[in-house]
T-cell receptor, first 112, second 115 residues
Framework: RKEVEQDPGPFNVPEGATVAFNCTYS??????FFWYRQDCRKEPKLLMS???SGNEDGRFTAQLNRASQYISLLIRDSKLSDSATYLC?????????????FGQGTILTVHP | NAGVTQTPKFQVLKTGQSMTLQCAQD?????MSWYRQDPGMGLRLIHY???????DQGEVPNGYNVSRSTTEDFPLRLLSAAPSQTSVYFC??????????????FGPGTRLTVL
């Protein structure tokens, strides 16, 4: 089993749609969780951290379920500019705080 | 601040050649790391460093060496290039807080092809 697994996608949605991505992780000691966004042929950039209580940033909502070892990202009112690859990222925890494990990514295409 | 810089942006090598990928950051981050990204594989950690003089192996360290003589620089050396090392290489830096290490800042990447 991969340490971090994401929906394979790709997701093709019209502008204005709501889309949700899911991610599961295998290491129950994981401490920190993130969603990164990566545009084509560019470096990943942090979209948002994921907190235990869930958090929202504009049209983006992230949820964490530690019991099920599950993370989600919800995008409301999709824009053309949301088209990108979304990476679920988990921190190994323990003494390996800096060792991030990346999911393979989910491709989102928003069309007019 | 320039953030994280990487050179070169593109490189073509022949099998057996060696080279060094450069990475530098000007944010005084103690943590730096190297990843490779292959289609369908996500980013995989090659080596990382938690401070000057300290390095450790990641998930896929074979065929690569690193050193960290200063806080700013973290070069990645390919000892004897192989076609399997054709990939996009990203360097990243981060800083620690009471909650652990936070956001990693990535460089623009080096696209390496080994013939």
């Amino acid at each position: 089993r991969k340490e971090v697994e994401q929906d394979p996608g790709p997701f093709n949605v019209p502008e204005g749609a709501t889309v949700a991505f899911n991610c599961t992780y295998s290491n129950s000691a994981s401490q920190s969780f993130f969603w990164y966004r990566q545009d084509c042929r560019k470096e990943p950039k942090l979209l948002m951290s994921v907190y235990s209580s869930g958090n929202e940033d504009g049209r983006f909502t992230a949820q964490l379920n530690r019991a099920s070892q599950y993370i989600s990202l919800l995008i409301r009112d999709s824009k053309l500019s949301d088209s990108a690859t979304y990476l679920c990222v988990v921190n190994a925890g323990g003494t390996s705080y800096g060792k991030l494990t990346f999911g393979q990514g989910t491709i989102l295409t928003v069309h007019p | 601040n320039a953030g994280v810089t990487q050179t070169p942006k593109f490189q073509v090598l022949k099998t057996g050649q060696s080279m060094t990928l450069q990475c530098a950051q000007d944010m005084n981050h103690e943590y730096m790391s190297w990843y490779r990204q292959d289609p369908g594989m996500g980013l995989r950690l090659i080596h990382y460093s938690v401070g000057a003089g300290i390095t450790d192996q990641g998930e896929v360290p074979n065929g690569y060496n690193v050193s960290r003589s200063t806080t700013e620089d973290f070069p990645l050396r390919l000892l004897s290039a192989a076609p399997s090392q054709t990939s996009v290489y990203f360097c990243a830096s981060s800083y620690s807080t009471q909650r652990g290490y936070n956001e990693q800042f990535f460089g623009p990447g080096t696209r390496l092809t080994v013939l």
